[in-house]
């Protein structure tokens, strides 16, 4: 089982940054993908999920509006698009996997994901 995050960078205060999340080795469709972020001296925080399954979505208060995730199941690939970048977005970004398995569908990524990512960094510069 593989997710890898690509997509990072260095980009001004203001700027956009699609970041994408490769998946492998699970059945897409039966887990819910979610983006997290940590930045330094700061919890891990998750910032927007989306189902394998139906395409439903999170977002978490601080992105709403600015960032959307979407996936195509055919490439088992879940991006993260994010507008309107502000320094404070700077973080460490990660994606998780969690079986989809409880009447919510974010339950998993928030207890316990299955899998994760190695991270990728994204720094916006003021």
């Known amino acids: 089982v593989q997710l890898v995050e690509s997509g990072g960078a260095l980009v001004p205060a203001g700027g956009s940054l699609r970041l994408s999340c490769l998946a492998s080795g699970f059945a897409f469709h039966e887990y819910a993908i979610g983006w997290f972020r940590q930045a330094p001296g700061k919890e891990r925080e998750g910032v927007s999920y989306i189902s394998g399954s139906d395409g439903d979505t999170y977002y978490a208060d601080s992105v709403k509006g600015r960032f959307t995730i979407s996936s195509d199941n055919a490439k088992n690939t879940v991006y993260l698009q994010m507008a309107s970048l502000k320094p404070e977005d700077t973080a460490v970004y990660y994606c998780?996997?969690?079986?989809?398995?409880?009447?919510?569908?974010?339950?998993?990524?928030?207890?316990?994901?299955?899998?994760w990512g190695q991270g990728t960094q994204v720094t916006v510069s003021s």
């Open positions: 998780a996997a969690a079986m989809i398995a409880y009447s919510s569908p974010w339950y998993g990524l928030r207890v316990a994901p299955d899998y």
